[in-house]
Structures are given as structure tokens and as C-alpha cells.
């Protein structure tokens, strides 16, 4: 995952393929700043953002020592040691997963809690697998 050599969009791929940049703001900001249009019309999805990047942006060299700043801290979170040693393996059962709005897994509070009950995992370094339902249309929108 982590390699010498990498070009500031390998660092992007890295970063938007994973969703520890939708808990860190300045992540998020990388990626609205790459196309601010599409980042917003896409519920701010850092691969949208990414795949339609001004070059510009990209090639401006204080653009890449954010990125730079961004990597290592996303790379340090990556790589820390667990903080429970010898935890048991999780597999966490739910419908929903309120994650990012640029992910349509949600549609209301039970899915929200079980996104924060996710992240949390994730910063404990917990093993953890969660397990719901993936609709393909995303999730329906009710209305009264």
C-alpha cells in the first residue's frame, strides 16, 4: 500500500480508496480543491474529484506539500499499533452503514450510529468486519 516513490496522485489514490479522509478534514480539503464543482455535485466523493483533477492544481508544488502533510499523516494512522492488544475478531451485522453521504448506505439514524461505531473500531485498530446490505440503486429517500 505504502511504497518510495509515490506521485502525488498515487498519494490521492491512496488517500480516496480508504475512507479515513472523510474524519480528516484537511484530507477533505485536498480533494474539493482538486475540482470543487464535481467534489460537490458528486455528495463530495474524493475519487470523483480525483478522476476530473484540474492538472494545474495538481503540478502547483504547495498543492503537493499539503498532499505531502496529508500522506504521512494518513500513512502514521495506517501503520500505528493497535491500542487493544489480542482483540477479538468482530464481524458487526447491519443494515445500513452511515459512513460518508458520498456513500449511499444510509437512510437514516440506526445506519449513522453504526458508521460511528465503524470509525471508532477503526481508530482502536480493532479487527472488524461489517456486514450489511449494498443496493445497488442506493438507499430510497422516504417523503410525507
Known amino acids: 500500500m505504502f511504497f518510495d516513490g509515490m506521485t502525488p496522485r498515487d498519494k490521492l489514490e491512496s488517500i480516496a480508496i480508504n475512507l479515513w479522509w472523510s474524519w480528516d478534514p484537511e484530507a477533505r480539503a485536498l480533494f474539493r480543491r482538486l475540482n470543487p464543482e464535481v467534489y460537490r455535485a458528486s455528495d463530495n466523493n474524493p475519487q470523483a474529484a480525483l ?14 506539500d499539503d498532499i505531502d502533510t496529508v500522506y504521512d499523516r494518513y500513512r502514521d494512522y495506517m501503520e500505528r499499533d493497535p491500542h487493544v492488544e489480542d482483540a477479538p475478531e468482530t464481524a458487526y451485522f447491519c443494515m445500513e452503514y ?36 449494498f443496493l445497488r440503486e442506493g438507499y430510497f429517500k422516504q417523503s410525507f
Open 51 to 64: 478522476a476530473t483533477a484540474d492538472e494545474a492544481v495538481l503540478d502547483d508544488p504547495a498543492f503537493q
Open 98 to 133: 452511515g459512513l460518508h453521504e458520498s456513500l449511499s448506505l444510509y437512510s437514516g439514524g440506526l445506519g449513522v450510529l453504526a458508521g460511528d461505531h465503524a470509525k471508532a473500531a477503526s481508530d482502536l485498530g480493532l479487527p472488524f468486519t461489517g456486514i450489511g446490505l
